[in-house]
Every structure is written in C-alpha cells, then in structure tokens.
C-alpha cells in the first residue's frame, strides 16, 4: 500500500485555512435542531457539517439515531450553508442510503473499525466512490487493526483517504473519556506521513471544557484537522451531552488555538534545537544503559528466588515501589500517568527476565 500525495489533495480542495474543520452535533435530532445548528457555524472555519444517523450504542435500549429522514434534513443543511456535509456508515445499507442522498464525507467509527468484516463490507459498497472516506481509529489500542482497515479501502480503490483519532478504551481509568495514546497515532503518522490526520478532541475527552486543550496538543503535532461534536443546547442533546460544545464557543476556540509551522527556516532555531536534540539522544542512551543494568540485577533476583522457591510477583513490594516512585515522580515534574506506565512497562519486563531464568534449565 502506497499513500501518496494524491490521497492527501481533497484536503488542500477543501481547507481553505488550516487545519481543516468538521463541526457539528453528535446526533441529528430534529430537522430544527440540525439546520440551528448549521446556519450558527455558516461562515466560521468549519468546512464540513457533521451529524450521527445511525448511533451505535453499547448497550440496547438508547437512542440510536433518527436513520433515513436525518439524511433529508443534512442535505437541506448543504443547500442552507453551502457546507460539506459527513455522517458516520457501518453496513452497506448506510453506505447506499448515504451516497443516494449525496452525503461527501463518510467515516467508519471506531467499533466498525474493530470488525474486519465490517470494514470489508463498508470498503465494497464504497468501491470506486469519489467521496471522502475517515477511518477512526479501532477502539482497542491496535495499531495493525487500524492500518488493517486503512488498506482494505486503499484496495478498494478509495482515492480521498484519511484517519480519525479519537482514542483508545482503557481498563484503567484516566481523566479522559478514551486515553489519546498519542504515540499510536504519532507511528501512523510516521508510517504514512501523506495520510491525512484528524484528531476527535470530543471523543478522546468526553469533556468540554477539555477540547480547547486536547485540540491545541493535535495541531503541536501537525495533525491536519479537528472533529468537534457542536450544539447549539449540548446540555439537552440526546447523546453525548457533556462533550459537545456551542457554536460560539467553538468560534472563540479557534480564535484562540495556535497553528504551528510544520519548522522553523532561521538559522538560529535550527542551531538551537540542533543542541536541544543532541542533549535529548544523550540521555536516551544514557536510559537505555541503565536500564539494561537494571535488567541484569532483575535475572539476579530471579535466581535467588528459584534458589530459594520463592513466587516471582511480590505485590507488597511492587505496591511500594510504585507509589514512591509516583511520589518522587512529582518532585521531578513528572505526572502520575506518565510515571505509571513507565514503571508499569519496566515491571512487566522485570517479571519476564525473572521466568526467563525459572524456565532455564
């Protein structure tokens, strides 16, 4: 699979200024309540209108969106505003309804994603369509499935492509709704660099007064665009009330993020981050040396405990360990979350040298 330029230009047909901006409620709920909210972000820096009609929830018995006459109502909205309009599809019959009622963005949502079956059937329906297709990332952190997905509409001849980062569940539970996991994202980026890259701040957050700040961390990292769930009363929308923000203050928003440059040309920034980047690779390799060390006293340990036929977890002893290193991690600056998963993932590699030398003969 080849992403190329050419995969990328619908983006520079449709984002005037960037980065590029889908806007609009998570649910199509009434015609009133679609069309409000499309004439209150006509002329802003929203290029594309977005409504859920088909709304897959996890359990039965919610709202699962208006189906079919939703369509009518986007399409009126298009012919108000002059708006792009996008709607989420997830079988072959949302992707024939979509396209009847001329819907030009079309995104797959994360638990489609999940399914291959699901995305090979949506990619068929698709086949040889000259509308714009999103693919959100799976909900589970797996960056193969993703890609995965990515090339079975690549295959299927989709020529405007993109992705929709919107993050990942997790067992544990973090301040965001779904944890950004921003370096799942960051590889797919580095993988594909001519992808274009949208972040869902509403989703990753599920928190409003979140977005303004999750959206300013995906245009640090030069994502192209961002999806943000608008209504005009998000305290009475029929789902996902409390991620949804009103038009005014999307518009405030945009006023107040920041657009990087992709670099800086000066040669005083190029000297300056030339050093900054040298002093970074010193110290990677200075961690990566201790690490090893560390390693080393690990298989150590486990050959006093298979000497002695001791269990190789200690959770008394973990326990310990982690919460003076979150504390200590706090005097050095460094949050909770971070020092979690580092000590987390230096543990889980503790245990692994440590059976290694159980099964040793």
Not at 126 to 139: A, C, E, R, S
Not at 217 to 227: E, H, I, K, R, S
Request: charged share 25%; aromatic share 6%; with cysteine.
């Amino acid at each position: 699979m080849e992403i190329n330029k050419e995969h990328r230009n619908w983006l520079d047909a449709l984002a005037l200024n960037h980065p590029l901006v889908i806007a609009g409620p998570c649910s199509a709920e009434t015609e009133e309540q679609v069309l409000a909210v499309a004439k209150e972000l006509k002329n802003s820096d929203v290029s594309v209108f977005r409504a859920g009609i088909w709304k897959p929830r996890t359990r039965p018995g919610g709202f699962e969106g208006v189906g079919e006459i939703g369509l009518k109502w986007l399409k009126k909205a298009k012919e108000a505003t002059g708006m792009l309009i996008a709607t989420e599809v997830a079988t072959a019959q949302h992707v024939k309804l979509a396209l009847a009622y001329d819907v030009d963005v079309l995104w797959i949502g994360a638990r489609t994603t999940v399914n291959p079956f699901a995305v090979q059937e949506v990619a068929d329906a698709l086949q040889g369509t000259d509308k714009i297709v999103l693919l959100k990332n799976p909900v589970n952190p797996d960056l193969t499935l993703w890609i995965g997905g990515i090339e079975r509409l690549y295959n299927a001849g989709i020529k405007k492509l993109g992705v929709i980062h919107r993050g990942f569940s997790t067992y544990e539970k973090t301040k965001y709704r779904n944890n950004p996991e921003w370096q799942i994202a960051i590889d797919l980026q580095n993988r594909f660099p001519e992808l274009v890259l949208i972040c869902d701040p509403s989703h990753i957050t599920g928190k409003r007064d979140m977005i303004q700040e999750v959206s300013q961390q995906a245009l640090d990292m030069n994502f192209d665009g961002l999806m943000i769930e608008t209504h005009c009363n998000p305290d009475e929308a029929w789902s996902d009330a409390p991620q949804q923000v009103t038009p005014a203050t999307l518009k405030q928003m945009f006023i107040d993020l920041r657009v990087r440059k992709m670099d800086g040309e000066s040669d005083d920034y190029q000297q300056r981050i030339s050093k900054l980047r040298t002093q970074i690779d010193d110290f990677d390799e200075k961690l990566l040396e201790i690490l090893g060390k560390r390693m080393k006293i690990a298989d150590q340990i486990g050959l006093l405990k298979k000497e002695k036929n001791v269990a190789i977890l200690q959770n008394n002893r973990w326990n310990e360990i982690l919460g003076k290193m979150i504390l200590d991690g706090e005097t050095k600056g460094l949050s909770e979350e971070f020092v979690l998963k580092i000590f987390k993932a230096i543990h889980q590699e503790s245990i692994a040298h440590q059976e290694k030398v159980y099964k040793a003969d």
